[in-house]
């Protein structure tokens, strides 16, 4: 079975700092990659997605993630981040062909003004 | 273009009572996926619908029930309500290569 492991529950940043959270999944084949960001009191929303090729994704909002086949990683980064990015942070998986996504328990951004 | 959209909002039950959830999917979505999330927890899939049919589910018993109408909206159905079914209760719509799912607000429900 597949599972996803987000090791960072809580961040907290200043402004203008850089983000990176961490994102690891255990399943042998391909899969499909996702980052969800669930801001206060909205809707889950996509970031960014990973499915092949160039394995450096770029997101909406100035975010990026970098696929690394050999550690079963999919990690979130973000230059500097503001405080408009304070939510909830899920990285997804999904095996080609499944229907299911499998997330992690999700990281919690708390970005200070 | 509207997104997901799901009802009702909120809804409080009591132990051993049954709820309805509904779904609408995003236009031109064809397939309806149901999670559930727990408090501090990711969304954890239940079962999925596609032209009207259960196509894959989740870990999760047979007290969680679900139907697909013809026009794709979709039915949660929970029997025999415990504490632990407290949750939001999220639907995601996709289209035809299923390759991302579009979430909806979710239902809050709070079982007593």
């Known amino acids: 079975a597949q599972s996803v492991s987000q090791h960072n529950h809580h961040v907290i940043l200043s402004e203008a700092a850089s983000l990176e959270l961490g994102c690891n999944y255990s399943?042998?084949?391909?899969?499909?990659l996702f980052w969800y960001v669930q801001y206060p009191g909205q809707h889950l929303q996509l970031l960014l997605k990973?499915?092949?090729?160039?394995?450096l994704v770029k997101g909406i909002k100035g975010f990026e993630a970098e696929f690394i086949k050999s550690k079963f990683s999919f990690n979130l980064r973000k230059p500097s981040v503001q405080w408009s990015d304070t939510a909830e942070y899920f990285c997804?998986?999904?095996?080609?062909?499944?229907?299911?996504?499998?997330f992690g328990s999700g990281t919690r951004l708390q970005v200070q003004p | 273009d509207a997104g997901v959209t799901q009802s009702p909002t909120h809804l409080i039950k009591t132990r051993g009572q049954q709820v309805t959830l509904r779904c609408s999917p995003k236009?031109?979505?064809?397939?309806v996926s149901w999670y559930q999330q727990a408090l501090g927890q990711g969304p954890q899939f239940i079962f999925q619908?596609?032209?009207?049919?259960?196509?894959q589910r989740g870990n999760f018993p047979d007290r969680f029930s679900g139907h697909q109408f013809p026009n794709y909206s979709s039915e949660l159905n929970v029997n025999a309500l415990l504490l632990g079914d407290s949750a939001l209760y999220l639907c995601?719509?996709?289209?035809?290569?299923?390759?991302?799912?579009?979430f909806g607000p979710g239902t809050r429900l709070t079982v007593l």
């Open positions: 995601a719509s996709s289209g035809l290569r299923g390759d991302e799912q579009f």
């Open positions: 399943y042998g084949g391909t899969v499909n």
């Open positions: 990973y499915f092949s090729g160039d394995p």
């Open positions: 997804a998986v999904k095996a080609p062909g499944r229907r299911a996504l499998t």
């Open positions: 236009s031109g979505h064809d397939t």
């Open positions: 619908y596609y032209e009207e049919e259960e196509r």
